[in-house]
């Protein structure tokens, strides 16, 4: 199989993530930077968009391969296009870390109260 072969038909797994994944199909030059050009849920849905991508690449195919996160790569002279999973953040966690001083919004009077010794809790204490 050549390596074009290769890129074109491996679009069809699902990244292993773990949360969920979003595809983010990238187009531009070496060294230069690239464009998103589209977000997918799914790989199989960036399938076409990829292929496009590739066939607008106005050089020969130099290399074409798939990384261990199922994510495609094709290079063709000096431009490229990559189809690459991203776990999506579905939620923050608020941390505040032990050397840090406390964050203005945590603690006494600030929007995210600690258990320390707020009214509310003093008054439950009571």
Known sequence: MTDRALALNATATQATTTGPAVW?????????????QGV???KDL????????VQRIPFAI????????????VEGGCDFVDLVPHTVTVRRELTCPPTAPAHPLQ???????????TPLNRRARA
């Open 24 to 36: 983010i199909l990238t187009t531009g030059e070496l060294y230069e930077g690239g464009t998103v």
């Open 46 to 53: 960036a399938k076409d968009d990829f292929l496009t991508a």
């Open 62 to 73: 130099d290399k074409a391969w798939v990384d261990d996160d199922q994510a495609v790569h």
């Open 40 to 42: 997918y849920a799914t």
């Open 107 to 117: 603690g006494r009077g600030g929007l995210f109260p600690s258990t320390g010794n």
